[in-house]
């Protein structure tokens, strides 16, 4: 499978851990997007790199929340001392960059969190 | 920002055709009008985009009328597995990512 890959699928926690996502882009793709998901919501904007260069930052990112994209190829999310509040899907998303408009965003299968 | 209006739940029985219609009275000059379906626990999956009339792809058609100002999705022939939430997004997803905000989507129900 040459998708978005996430990894774990699935984390429980207790509140006040630190926990640690992974995301795995489609290898050609220079573009990767972090999403935040609550429950019958549409995907929340989080951040976004340009290769190794993190470009955005929205304003939902606290500053327990940390994203890098060394060597502009996986990613990783990490949420420090985590609340219950941050229970949520989080998903990673990649496209090929470059284009204006047409750009399509393809989804990984995302990691849900469970804080206790 | 470009919001979008679209209803929030429909039922159809299989192998008839649906069709989502989203409204987006604010778009944009370069803002172009995607279309995502997303199934419980899984990330979205791009169905469909387009600028402008009509685009057709193999799972689905997507009407865009010359004001742009509104689309409608259209699933011929859904089957129990087209049972999903269906969101439409506009925007210019290369520069404005930030700004191109997934509403709570229309859930669709599919009976046999």
């Known amino acids: 499978d040459t998708g978005v890959s996430q990894n774990p699928r699935h984390k429980i926690t207790k509140r006040g851990q630190n926990v640690t996502f992974r995301c795995d882009p489609i290898?050609?793709?220079?573009?990767l997007y972090w999403y935040r998901q609550t429950l019958g919501q549409g995907p929340e904007f989080l951040t976004y790199?340009?290769?190794?260069?993190?470009?955005?930052k929205s304003r939902l990112l606290s500053d327990r929340f940390s994203a890098e994209r060394p060597k502009g190829s996986f990613s990783t999310l990490e949420i420090q001392r985590t609340e219950q509040g941050d229970s949520a899907m989080y998903l990673c998303?990649?496209?090929?960059?470059?284009?204006?408009?047409?750009?399509?965003?393809?989804f990984g299968p995302g990691t849900r969190l469970l804080v206790l | 920002l470009a919001k979008t209006t679209q209803p929030i739940s429909m039922d159809s029985y299989e192998g008839q055709e649906v069709n989502i219609t989203c409204s987006h009275n604010?778009?944009?000059?370069?803002?172009?009008i995607t279309w995502y379906q997303q199934f419980p626990s899984q990330g979205p999956r791009f169905i469909i985009q387009?600028?402008?009339t009509k685009v057709t792809n193999e799972v689905a058609s997507l009407f865009i009328p010359a004001d742009r100002k509104s689309s409608t999705l259209s699933l011929p022939r859904v089957s129990l597995s087209d049972t999903a939430v269906y969101y439409c997004?506009?925007?210019?997803?290369?520069?404005?990512?930030?700004?191109?905000?997934f509403g709570p989507g229309t859930s669709l129900s599919v009976i046999p």
């Open positions: 998303a990649s496209s090929p960059g470059g284009g204006r408009g047409r750009e399509t965003q393809y």
């Open positions: 290898s050609e793709h220079n573009r």
């Open positions: 790199f340009q290769n190794e260069a993190q470009l955005e």
């Open positions: 604010n778009i944009a000059t370069n803002d172009y």
């Open positions: 387009g600028y402008k």
């Open positions: 997004l506009v925007g210019d997803m290369g520069t404005s990512y930030d700004k191109v905000i």
